[in-house]
């Protein structure tokens, strides 16, 4: 584990399908639709990462936060 512990529990709980995104939430039961508000019908953690409107600026944090964490350097 490397960087901020919040970051790594965000992006464990999004790779086992455990977020708040409405799909995980679906799936436990605790809301009754799984699409995002955007029009996707299913807020899970592909749109999230990839394509959401709607998570465009929480992409960008997350994808800067990760490339100062991490080099790709060989």
Do not use: Q, W
């Amino acid at each position: 584990m490397h960087g901020p512990r919040k970051l790594y529990i965000v992006y464990i709980r999004v790779g086992n399908n455990c977020s708040t995104l409405n799909y995980d939430l679906y799936r436990s039961g605790l809301v009754n639709d799984p699409s995002c508000s955007c029009g996707f019908p299913c807020e899970n953690a592909y749109p999230f990462i990839f394509e959401c409107p709607i998570y465009n600026k929480v992409r960008r944090a997350l994808f800067n936060r990760f490339n100062s964490l991490i080099s790709f350097n060989h």
